[in-house]
Nanobody
Framework: QVQLVESGGGLVQAGGSLRLSCAAN????????MGWYRQAPGKQRELVAQ???????NYAESVKGRFTISRANAKNTVYLQMNSLKPEDTAVYYC?????????????WGQGTQVTVSS
């Protein structure tokens, strides 16, 4: 059974930093991509950053230059280093893993971790 275990959220002042981690357990097929999404109250879930198995990255415009995504393939773990945090970064952050089983792609989601940035 696939389980995504997230950690690292919390409360921080504007300008501060946080590091999110997500370990994907129970994965027996190929991980195609790992990433982070976020959802603020009253808003739709949006992509924050994604990294492919080859290391290619993709960032939301609003976080470019401030956030860095990385992964440890041997541990099936993805990280999100968030610097220069702003109040508008406040949201629940969800880990996402895309797995290819040879026939189709499947999405798996973490339970979400709250990030709150105070002004």
């Amino acid at each position: 059974q696939v389980q995504l275990v997230e950690s690292g959220g919390g409360l921080v002042q504007a300008g501060g930093s946080l590091r999110l981690s997500c370990a994907a357990n129970g994965i027996i097929f190929t991980i195609n991509a790992m990433g982070w999404y976020r959802q603020a109250p009253g808003k739709q879930r949006e992509l924050v950053a994604q990294i492919t198995s080859r290391g290619s990255t993709n960032y939301a415009e609003s976080v470019k230059g401030r956030f860095t995504i990385s992964r440890a393939n041997a541990k099936n773990t993805v990280y999100l280093q968030m610097n220069s945090l702003k109040p508008e970064d406040t949201a629940v952050y969800y880990c996402n893993v895309v797995v290819f089983n040879g026939l189709a792609f499947h999405d798996y989601w973490g339970q979400g971790t709250q990030v709150t940035v105070s002004s």
